[in-house]
Each structure stands twice: as C-alpha cells, then as structure tokens.
C-alpha cells in the first residue's frame, strides 16, 4: 500500500481551501500514510495543522516555470519517495506532472471535474436543474481509486485560533457573536451590489453586542469597505491590517462568514464556521457549496426572473440582461438569515 501520496492542487485560493476537509478526513482515516501537497507558498498556512501533511511549495515564477520547469518539479518531487500521486486540479500543467509519475511505475489518478454535467447545468436556456456531485465528493474519488476510500461524514474541524495581543490589540477580546463579510469575488457577476450589502450591515450594527469583521484585499476594496463600515463602531475593516495567516485564526473564531460564492467562503468553511452565501451567476449545484453548509445557507438569485440561471460555473461569463440578477436577492432576506443563526435578540 502507498506510505506517500503526492496531491496537486494550484489554482485559485477557494479551490485550494477545498481540499482542506478531505486532506483532513484522510490524514484522520490513514494516519500511517503520508501526504505532501503541492500549492503555491501563499496557500501553506491551509495544511499547517493537518497530521501526516507537509507542503511543498511551487515556483511558477523561476525554478518550475514553463515545460522545462515542470521537468525540474518532477525531479524535485521524485526525491520524496512519492508513492502515488492524487491530481486534484486537473489541468495542463498537473497532468504533465502525474504522466512523469506514471512513466515511472506510480499509481495516479486524477479529479473528474464533472465539466459535462456543468455545461448542461449552465446552458443559456430555460431549464430545469439538479445538483451535480460536489468537489469534494469528486476529490474524495480520486483518493479512491488509489486504493484509499474516504468518509466525509461527521467532519472534525481545527480548533479556534488562539488570538495574538497583535489581532486582539485590533479586534478586541471575543464578546458577542462575531460576524465576517466578504463582499468581493473574482467576477462581477457573483459580487452583491455594494448598496445592497451597505442595508445588509446597517441592518445588523444595531446590535451593540456583536461585531462585523469585513475582508477584502486591494486598494480599491479597502475604499469601498471602508464606506460600508460608515462609521459604525462594532464594523471593523479587517483589510490590509493583518497578514493573511492572522486573517485565518480570526475567521476560525468568527460565528458566521457571510460571503459570495468565493474564496473566504471555503476559508470559513473547512475551519468549521456557519457560512452563508450569495450566488449570482452562479448556483450550488455547480459542485461549490462550501464544505458542511445546509442548503438553505445558500441564498440564490430569483429563477422565476432570471430563468436561464446559473449561466456560468465561474461566474466569468457575462450574459446580457443578467447584470442586475443579484439585485432579486433582497437585503431583509439575507439579514433574516443571519439573525436566526446567531440567535440574535433585539437590543
């Protein structure tokens, strides 16, 4: 049996933190069995406190950029004693990578990512939908086929961060319920409007026993969060004042991320908070839920008026007449929502 598995995800931060609960059901349900992760050094801080997971870190920008690097990466990583190798991207790159493997007698498998089922699900056409197998069910196959059958039932999750004098000295001591926002996404098309997100906290600051963190990253969205703050002393802009490791052990002690079908939301997710999310162009069933959320904690965009919804997997389609899709996603709706998780009482 495999002593060392190689897993391969790069790509985009929400993608990379999905892995995340099924690397930690693995490590729990083999823990004799080693596995090393290759991503890019920004994600490492995902794997720190995962048993039986080390991280190697890729250099798309010199040492393994190009085919020629990609050969060099291959090398490197043969010095592992790689056991098999789990390709959980699936992509040019990666394939190149696990086919080197192969060529050498390892055991590969790769991610189905479904791509089938997600064109027929995102269609311009009225339609009738249905979920699609999530990513993580997808992830967990690969693993799978190495022999390695996983359970993803009855998750365990990190324990809460135990918070610096440094973030405290900017956040205060926990009392309360602690909210996340995450507002912004890669695509327009998964972003709730601005003004619409500005009516979601005005209807949540009224209770002084709570605060609301707001992340984002960027110039341009520490302008526009520090406009939805509006003064409020219980909204505290979390951009740009803390290092991205910091951010995480805030997250893992927040009671409710509310964010867009987007990185933060898988964040939130695999470290074991209640995770709400908006969804534009984009539907649950393309596979995205965030890890060990119900249903209802998905708030989509009105069908009856958008009929042709999800018109994208990624949100990286534009479709005209479908600008305003979010806008049917009603501010009451979303801060009902979250009133009844955090059992919240009217001051």
């Known amino acids: 049996m495999s002593k060392r598995i190689l897993v391969i995800r790069l790509s985009a931060m929400g993608d990379v933190a999905m892995t995340v609960p099924v690397l930690k059901a693995f490590s729990l349900q083999y823990p004799n069995v080693k596995i090393t992760v290759v991503s890019r050094p920004f994600f490492q801080p995902f794997f720190d406190d995962i048993e039986n997971v080390t991280f190697f870190a890729i250099d798309l920008k010199e040492r393994h950029k190009g085919?020629?690097?990609?050969?060099?990466?291959?090398?490197?990583?043969?010095?592992?004693?790689?056991?098999?190798?789990?390709?959980?991207?699936?992509?040019?790159?990666?394939?190149?990578?696990?086919?080197?493997?192969?060529?050498?007698?390892?055991?590969?498998?790769?991610?189905?990512?479904?791509?089938?089922?997600?064109k027929e699900l995102t269609k311009l056409e009225v339609k009738t939908i249905s979920p699609t197998k999530s990513m993580f069910s997808r992830h967990g196959e690969t693993f799978e086929k190495l022999g390695f059958p996983l359970n993803l039932e009855n998750p365990t999750f990190p324990e809460k961060a135990i918070l610096s004098e440094e973030i405290i000295a900017i956040i205060g001591k926990k009392e309360g319920n602690w909210i996340g926002i995450a507002p912004f996404a890669q695509y327009e098309s998964k972003v709730y409007p601005i003004d619409l997100m500005k009516q979601v906290i005005d209807g949540l600051v009224e209770n002084?026993?709570?605060?609301?963190?707001?992340?984002?990253?960027?110039?341009?969205?520490?302008?526009?969060?520090?406009?939805?703050?509006?003064?409020?002393?219980?909204?505290?802009?979390?951009?740009?004042?803390?290092?991205?490791?910091?951010?995480?052990?805030?997250?893992?002690?927040?009671?409710?991320?509310?964010?867009?079908?987007?990185?933060?939301?898988?964040?939130?997710?695999?470290?074991?908070?209640?995770?709400?999310?908006?969804?534009?162009?984009?539907?649950?069933?393309?596979?995205?839920?965030?890890?060990?959320?119900?249903?209802?904690?998905?708030?989509?965009?009105?069908?009856?008026?958008?009929?042709?919804?999800?018109?994208?997997?990624?949100?990286?389609?534009?479709?005209?007449?479908?600008?305003?899709?979010?806008?049917?996603?009603?501010?009451?709706?979303?801060?009902?929502?979250?009133?009844?998780?955090?059992?919240?009482?009217?001051?």
């Open 67 to 118: 085919f020629l690097g990609l050969l060099r990466l291959f090398s490197d990583l043969r010095k592992l004693d790689i056991d098999a190798v789990a390709d959980l991207h699936n992509v040019l790159r990666s394939k190149i990578v696990r086919t080197l493997f192969a060529l050498t007698g390892k055991k590969v498998a790769a991610t189905d990512k479904g791509r089938q089922e997600k």
């Open 208 to 347: 002084k026993n709570q605060k609301i963190f707001l992340f984002g990253g960027g110039d341009k969205e520490i302008q526009l969060l520090n406009k939805l703050q509006n003064q409020h002393e219980n909204v505290i802009v979390l951009a740009g004042k803390l290092k991205f490791k910091q951010e995480l052990e805030v997250i893992s002690n927040i009671d409710i991320m509310l964010s867009m079908d987007s990185g933060n939301a898988h964040i939130a997710a695999m470290l074991g908070a209640k995770v709400i999310t908006l969804w534009g162009a984009t539907h649950p069933f393309a596979g995205f839920k965030p890890f060990n959320q119900p249903d209802d904690f998905c708030i989509t965009s009105d069908r009856a008026q958008f009929p042709f919804l999800p018109t994208s997997v990624y949100g990286n389609k534009k479709v005209a007449g479908y600008e305003n899709a979010m806008r049917s996603i009603l501010p009451k709706t979303v801060v009902s929502k979250i009133k009844e998780l955090i059992n919240y009482t009217s001051p």
